[in-house]
Structures are given as structure tokens and as C-alpha cells.
């Protein structure tokens, strides 16, 4: 696709129970980063992944959060057992590969509501 | 404190206004800066993007960037109703990967 493309746009789910929230990037981007924006803040980096290196989960807030990329392409993002303060909006980007002063894309963002 | 620090606003300014934007940063390596625009329940896009200290003028957008200062603005002239969004600024360093880190935005308002 021309975007980058994340489903589904919005998700509620009952706390306790698992969620799997999906990002296809930009065909040949080789970095895929995963975005938390919760109600009126900035964004905060969750995980970074770049062809084939281990992914950077240094900003995964618990162990209930977990990513995976399969093939270099489509990315998963999935919240085990999901807490109220899980709601926000889960934004996908990415970019050529992961050298500064690359433009960042960014999809249209998982509203994740957990109740 | 937050590593980059931005004035949530709102910001409300009439039709053909300057808009001044601005954020605060504390670490002295970012040298990679951004300016993002977000309208409601879509995701950032870019705006502006500078490489260590400087101008940059696209159009009706300029950015400042000063490092010994670590600060940087976003100015928008002759300001329109559709630039009404969240402004986003967002910074990096040359070992970051290009993660990003983000200020926490600055909702414009522009009334006609």
C-alpha cells in the first residue's frame, strides 16, 4: 500500500483479556517502529525493529507487552491481559532503514479502549 | 522532568496570525529535529525536519532550531482554520536508531 497500514483502527476489550494489534509498513521500509499516545500526551516509543537485528524493546512498559516481525514486514503487537491504563492509541511507523534524518511515517493509529 | 518539554496550550489565535510553537529539550545530543502535525484521531505527519541548528522555511512554515539554547520553534504565517491540529515536535541523536523522542504537543486553534 502507499501508507503505512495498521488494523484494527479501533479495538474495546474487556480487561484481562489479550489483545493483537497489526502494522503492514511501507513496502522496502526496512525499520518499523511501535508508538504508545495516551489521552493528550506525546508519544512514547515502545519497541524498534531493523531488518534482521534483534528488536530494541527498551521502552516495552511490562512484560505483558511483546512484539514480533515476521518476514522483515508485517508487525504484531500484542497486550496479555490488558489493564485500563493499556487504553491509548497505538501508532506504527516506519522508515527506508534505521539512519537518522530518514522520514518517519506514520500510520493512522489502533484506538485501543480497554474496559 | 520530561527530556523534551512543550506547552500543551490550547493555542487559539484568529485567521492570518503568526503562530509561534515552541519546545524545550534537555539532552545536548539530540542533533535531528521535527515538527509534526496530528489532527484529531489521525496519525503525525511530517512537517518540517532540521539537522542541528538553523533555519528552515517550506511555504508558510519556518523552523528555528538553537542548540546552545536547546530550543526550537515552528512558525506558521498567515495561519488558516485548517491548520487548526496538535503540533508535535521531535528529536533524535545519531545513535538513537531514529527513535524519536517526542514532546507532548501543542493543540492550534485557528478561528476564522
Known amino acids: 500500500g502507499a501508507g503505512v497500514s495498521q488494523s484494527p483502527s479501533n479495538k474495546v476489550t474487556e480487561k484481562g483479556k489479550d489483545v493483537e494489534l497489526r502494522c503492514d509498513p511501507i513496502?522496502?521500509?526496512?525499520?518499523l517502529y511501535w508508538y504508545r499516545q495516551s489521552l493528550g500526551q506525546g508519544l512514547e516509543f515502545l519497541i524498534y525493529?531493523?531488518?534482521?537485528?534483534?528488536?530494541?524493546k527498551s521502552g516495552l512498559p511490562s512484560d505483558r507487552f511483546s512484539a514480533e516481525r515476521t518476514g522483515g514486514s508485517v508487525s504484531t503487537l500484542t497486550i496479555q491481559r490488558t489493564q485500563q491504563e493499556d487504553s491509548a492509541v497505538y501508532l506504527c511507523?516506519?522508515?527506508?532503514?534505521?539512519?537518522?534524518?530518514?522520514?518517519?511515517?506514520f500510520g493512522e493509529g489502533s484506538w485501543l479502549t480497554v474496559v | 522532568q520530561k527530556e523534551v518539554e512543550q506547552d500543551p496550550g490550547p493555542l487559539s489565535v484568529p485567521e492570518g496570525a503568526i503562530v509561534s510553537l515552541n519546545c524545550t529539550y534537555s539532552?545536548?545530543?539530540?542533533?535531528?529535529f521535527m515538527w509534526y502535525r496530528q489532527y484529531s484521531r489521525k496519525g503525525p505527519e511530517l512537517l518540517m525536519y532540521?539537522?542541528?541548528?538553523g533555519n528552515k522555511e517550506d511555504g508558510r512554515f519556518t523552523a528555528q532550531v538553537d542548540k546552545s539554547s536547546k530550543y526550537i520553534s515552528l512558525f506558521i504565517r498567515d495561519s488558516q482554520p485548517s491548520d487548526s491540529a496538535t503540533y508535535l515536535c521531535?528529536?533524535?541523536?545519531?545513535?538513537?536508531?531514529?527513535?524519536?523522542?517526542f514532546g507532548g504537543g501543542t493543540r492550534l486553534m485557528v478561528k476564522p
Open positions: 511507523a516506519s522508515s527506508l532503514d534505521g539512519n537518522s534524518g530518514n522520514t518517519i511515517y
Open positions: 513496502s522496502g521500509h526496512t525499520a
Open positions: 525493529f531493523q531488518g534482521n537485528s534483534a528488536p530494541d
Open positions: 539532552n545536548s545530543a539530540f542533533q535531528y
Open positions: 532540521t539537522y542541528s541548528s
Open positions: 521531535a528529536m533524535t541523536n545519531n545513535n538513537a536508531g531514529n527513535m524519536l523522542t
